[in-house]
């Protein structure tokens, strides 16, 4: 069995910066609060007449991915895209990439696991990579949120913590069986699917009914039960990175980096201290964009590497929860 390793990072955000400030011009809301309960100061959405979606940011940060892992795009075998936020209801943003990017007629899937979307997304590349079907696999994580957001006060409790952004990663075959990613822990709760959804458009619910019901049925913005959300969050972060750890005979104390997904900087800073773990191996930037939701891990993994907080031979840990339920972990020898 071989290994799996990432070899390129990459991540873009749209300029367009939108304050705490900014959002009190829309609804009734404040820097304090915001700041207070999320730690969230600012966040990126892509401004009205822009080009950009989410399967477009997901080529902006590919490209990057794909130069930094020393590649052509011809060297790509395959791609996973994880969104919740697809340009289309379908055909997925995995084969829009495969067409922008002009690469060869390679496999592409979408991921729909939300908040672990980029988990999931790794995990499913790594069981490809370790069976030596493919050698290098384009990994995106994007999110367009904010044209989907109820920018009332009626939705202030969900629009103010999502941010739009992209990342994506190069995950490549690895001789060397003791580095790269050591395992991957999915786990799913489906019973709780009506705690954080968008429920429609649907089949059930498709876009003649949400018409004729004069507006009265919002179901196509976010739904979320923030603080059911945030309850289980912390316990399900705990018990992944534990799974985690014990699967590879590793201790809290091993831990060089835990790159969280960014949900919520008290979820993070709630696990931080748990596991006793210091500032300066936790990475966290919801402070700048906000929930990207299925982008977070990969952004905040790459801007992590980029300013050198993770070094060779490091155990890095990555951990998320989100909608569906769904939640788990990557750990990985750097
Ligand atoms: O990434 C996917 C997973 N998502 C998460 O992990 C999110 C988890 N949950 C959370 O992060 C938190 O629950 C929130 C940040 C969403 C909300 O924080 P909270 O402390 O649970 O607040 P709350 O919803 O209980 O609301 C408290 C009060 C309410 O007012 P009343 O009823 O006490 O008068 C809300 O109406 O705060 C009000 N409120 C706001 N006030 C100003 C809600 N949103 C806002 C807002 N600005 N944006």
């Known amino acids: 069995m071989y290994s799996s390793k990432i070899t390129g990072l990459g991540y873009y955000v749209p300029d367009n910066v939108v304050t705490n400030d900014d959002l009190s011009e829309l609804m009734d809301t404040n820097d304090e609060w915001i700041q207070e309960r999320t ?25 990057i991915a794909i130069e930094r892992a020393g590649l052509s795009k011809d060297d790509i075998d395959f791609i996973v ?28 899937i979408d991921i729909r696991n939300q908040c672990s979307g980029f988990i999931y997304a790794l995990s499913t590349a790594d069981q490809f990579i370790k069976t030596g079907m493919y050698k290098n696999i384009l990994v995106i994580g994007a999110e367009f949120h904010s044209n989907g957001l109820d920018k009332t006060t009626r939705g202030r409790g969900v629009s103010v913590i999502f941010g739009d952004g992209a990342g994506a990663c190069i995950l490549s075959r690895e001789e ?11 786990h799913s ?3 709780y699917a009506d705690k954080l959804i968008v429920a429609s458009p649907s089949i059930k619910n ?40 014990e699967a ?16 919520n900087l008290r979820i993070s800073q709630f696990v ?15 402070m700048k964009y906000g929930n990207t939701t299925a982008a977070s891990i990969i952004i905040a993994l790459t801007e992590a590497w980029e300013n050198g907080n993770i070094k060779d031979n490091d155990l890095v840990v990555l951990a998320a929860f989100g909608s569906g339920f769904t939640w788990g972990s990557v750990i990985i020898r750097w």
């Open 39 to 63: 730690g969230i100061k600012e966040r990126h959405w892509i401004p009205d007449g822009s080009e950009d979606s989410s399967a477009i940011m997901g080529v902006k940060a590919a490209k």
């Open 272 to 286: 931080q201290k748990k596991f006793g773990l210091n500032d300066d191996q936790v990475y966290n930037n919801i």
């Open 176 to 186: 060397d069986n003791s580095k790269g990613i050591l395992s991957s822990h999915l």
């Open 81 to 108: 895209f994880a969104t919740l936020s697809p340009d289309y209801f379908f055909p997925g943003c995995g084969v829009q990439v495969q067409d922008m990017l002009d690469l060869p007629t390679v496999g592409a």
């Open 248 to 263: 590879n005979n590793l201790q809290v104390s091993d831990i060089d980096m835990f790159i969280p997904h960014q949900a």
């Open 206 to 245: 498709w876009v003649p009914e949400i018409i004729n019901s004069n507006g009265k049925d919002i179901s196509y913005f976010p739904y979320m039960d923030g603080t059911f959300v945030f309850k289980n969050a912390v316990v399900r972060f705990s018990e992944v990175i534990m799974e985690g750890l």
């Open 189 to 191: 709760e489906g019973k």
